[in-house]
């Protein structure tokens, strides 16, 4: 299987995480594959098997010595290839309140130090019943053990999943109004953090992005299109007939009329 783009989720690390439940799953032929999907809970898996995660639809080798971070509201399923697939997991919720946050890829391959790494999850694992606030200690220790993993920075390694939710959500809603605490809430980092990692990948925030794009849809249905030209503008959301034609003077060279 060719290498896909590892998703880079931001962790938030700032408070200890409530761990739900936790164990090992054993799987193996007549149990091919399980489907997950936790709304509001992160995913950590340490596997022990060669076997494929496929996360949103896109499928990610994974060998024995991998860790993976699953975030909230992601769909993700497992493959395994034969009997005895044996994992540790465990399925968490963390607060956003505080300011510290790791960029973390959806894998990370521990090596030689896997078996440590396994090795101190076994409180998690098997003292989640019985010493509960011992085992989400544990579990925050791992999980800054793998924010500050030196290979954590994978080469394969593509937008941050933030952008592409945004990008998506832009996508799907190309005239509503964007509001920035909603979007943010939606890919599920802050306001602020959004707006940098805008900056940083496009030069400009989310809302300008969201604007441009909106404009690039109306040059097409414009070029394109019967439609006329308050009809484009309310298919791309501009009320304000004279803002439109400003807008696309501006980011086209032409005014509205003149690009039909």
Request: hydrophobic share 40%.
């Amino acid at each position: 299987m060719p290498p896909h783009t590892l998703p880079i989720w931001d962790l938030p690390i700032s408070a200890a995480p409530k761990l739900e439940f936790s164990g090992v799953g054993r799987h193996g032929e007549l149990d091919p594959a399980h489907a997950y999907h936790y709304p509001r809970h992160w995913c950590l898996h340490a596997y022990q098997y060669r076997g494929i995660l496929t996360i949103d639809g896109t499928p990610h080798e994974v060998h024995p010595g991998t860790v993976s971070l699953v975030p909230p509201g992601a769909r993700f399923e497992h493959r395994w290839p034969g009997p005895d697939c044996v994992h540790f997991f465990a399925i968490f919720g963390l607060s956003r309140r505080g300011a510290t946050s790791a960029p973390i890829p959806a894998l990370l391959r521990l090596g030689a130090r896997f078996e440590a790494f396994k090795d101190s999850m076994e409180p998690v694992v098997y003292g989640a019943a019985t010493r509960p606030l011992r085992a989400a200690a544990r579990l925050w220790d791992l999980l800054w053990t793998l924010a500050e993993f030196p290979e954590n920075a994978s080469e394969n390694a593509g937008p941050h999943p933030a952008l592409m939710r945004a990008h998506r959500w832009m996508q799907d809603h190309p005239a509503e109004l964007l509001r920035l605490p909603q979007l943010a809430a939606h890919c599920c980092v802050s306001g602020n953090h959004l707006i940098r990692l805008f900056h940083k990948e496009h030069g400009m925030g989310p809302a300008e992005w969201h604007r441009l794009n909106r404009i690039r849809r109306a040059e097409q249905l414009l070029r394109h299109s019967s439609l006329t030209v308050k009809a484009v503008a309310i298919e791309t959301g501009f009320t304000d007939l004279q803002q439109f034609n400003k807008l696309v003077r501006k980011h086209c060279g032409n005014s509205p009329r003149n690009l039909r």
